[in-house]
């Protein structure tokens, strides 16, 4: 059982040794492979941030209409060049001119009687006034202190008169009726008188009836009342500190309404806010719009300064400085490159979800007719050149992800062996090397074909 052992554990070696044998004759009749390699050398190291922006302009209005109506004229075509202040559209304004002029209209007329309250009335007006006051009160306290003793005894015989005199008119017809000499004419007359007798001097009984029963509850109050619009017009004619004020609070309440009119007016016509080129015209000659037009009425950019607005993160932005030159290349025009500057870096952050950014104002130092507002830019920022040192590529170097060491494979011969190295600098595409290779020294770039894995296999160490 033993021996029979040791043959199955023999064969199993040969097997192995016989595939071995394989592996590396196949290895050998493959083409081989030499890796590619670049020679470590000294230069220049450029560090660089980029960032990604559309181009704005240095400012932007969206101009709409303050008030709703009718368009009636558009002074400007898009793109054409305005300047602060100039014209570029108006609405139908008929109905706010007349509201302007009723505005006017209405402060002039406040305008007089604020004059006319603070300067008084005239003195043969104050003078009519106060006697108009002192009959209504004379009035009124005739009737409430009731009829005067003579005037009702002086009543008293004239009716007493008349009821005489009724009495000589009857004894008159009476004889006049009995006597076989009188005319049917002379008793007529006769009762006649008789008649107007009666009347008067039922007038008289009234009168000293009502004279003598006083003044009813009515004309009380009719007089109290012509007195208090006495009264009441001598006050308007005298005003007091607060009548004074109510009228200057309604003359200044016409200014505005006046003022807001004008406003209107004036709104009804979209003016330039600043120098600048027309980009976009949203309305045509007839058209109804509202007090908001999407997009804007008209939208105005100044030109004169582009520039883009970048999001730096707070690892990067320490390392900016305002006035540094940028590159900025368009995708709209790949192969060119235009200068910039940074203009400023916000002081504060903009949090979002965690993070902290900053946005980077960048100015193109270089104007071109061919850019537009809105193209997608790069911007690259050189941040530290570093002079004479030695530069790998990145393409060259492998980076252990549990401890953050980087290798090469340095080629020496036909040997291809792993290097540890320390790195200073590190840009876009080479890092500064500090330690682990020295100038000319000859490093492979990507993966290591077969062929040179088996040279390292067996020459290596």
């Not at 304004?93 to 002039?108: F, K, N």
């Not at 016509?269 to 997009?295: K, R």
């Not at 792993?418 to 790195?423: F, G, S, T």
Request: aromatic residues 4%; glycine residues 8%; without cysteine.
């Amino acid at each position: 059982m033993r021996g029979r052992r040791l043959w199955l554990f023999g064969a199993l070696i040969a097997a192995v040794a016989i595939g071995a044998w394989a592996l590396l004759e196949r290895v050998r009749a493959q083409p081989s492979a030499s890796p590619e390699t670049v020679t470590i050398r000294r230069g220049t190291l450029r560090i660089t941030l980029s960032a990604a922006g559309k181009i704005r302009p240095r400012a932007q209005a969206v101009l709409n209409f303050a008030t709703p109506g009718t368009v009636a004229e558009i002074f400007v075509r898009e793109g054409e060049t305005v300047r602060k202040g100039q014209p570029l559209a108006r609405l139908d304004t008929s109905d706010l001119e007349l509201a302007v002029r009723q505005a006017e209209i209405a402060y002039l007329t406040q305008q007089v009687v604020y004059s006319q309250t603070v300067q008084g009335p005239k003195p043969e007006e104050l003078a009519a006034a106060r006697a108009a006051v002192r009959s209504a009160q004379a009035a009124l306290q005739a009737l409430e202190k009731g009829p005067d003793p003579l005037d009702l005894e002086m009543a008293r015989l004239n009716y007493e008169i008349a009821k005489n005199a009724l009495w000589q008119a009857q004894l008159t017809r009476d004889k006049t009726a009995g006597s076989p000499l009188s005319a049917p004419v002379d008793l007529d007359l006769a009762n006649a008188r008789v008649g107007q007798a009666e009347l008067q001097a039922e007038v008289a009984r009234l009168q000293y009836e009502k004279l003598r029963a006083g003044a009813r509850p009515e004309q009380l109050e009719a007089a109290r009342a012509q007195l208090a619009q006495a009264q009441a017009n001598l006050a308007r004619l005298q005003p007091d500190a607060l009548t004074v004020e109510r009228m200057r609070l309604q003359l200044e309440q016409a200014r505005l309404q006046l003022e807001q009119a004008r406003r209107q007016l004036e709104q009804a016509t979209l003016t330039a806010p600043f120098d600048g080129t027309v980009i976009a015209l949203n309305i045509e000659v007839g058209q109804a719009v509202g007090a908001g037009v999407p997009g804007g009425a008209i939208v105005l950019a100044d030109l004169s300064d582009l520039h883009l607005d970048l999001t730096v993160d707070e690892v990067d932005v320490v390392r900016l400085k305002e006035g540094m030159s940028v590159e900025i290349t368009l995708d709209a025009m790949p192969g060119r490159t235009f200068r910039g500057h940074i203009e400023s870096i916000a002081p504060a952050a903009i949090e979002s979800g965690g993070a902290a950014t900053y946005r980077v104002r960048v100015i193109l130092d270089e104007r071109d007719p061919a850019l537009r507002v809105g193209m997608s830019a790069t911007v690259e920022i050189e941040v530290e050149r570093r002079e004479n040192v030695l530069l790998v590529p990145n393409a060259a170097v492998r980076r252990d992800r549990e401890t953050g060491r980087a290798f090469v494979n340095r080629v020496v011969g036909d040997r291809v062996e792993e290097v540890e190295i320390r790195l200073g600098a590190q840009g876009e595409t080479e890092s500064e090397v500090v330690e682990g290779l020295r100038e000319g020294d000859v490093v492979a770039l990507g993966e290591i074909g077969p062929s040179a894995a088996f040279r390292f296999f067996r020459f290596g160490r």
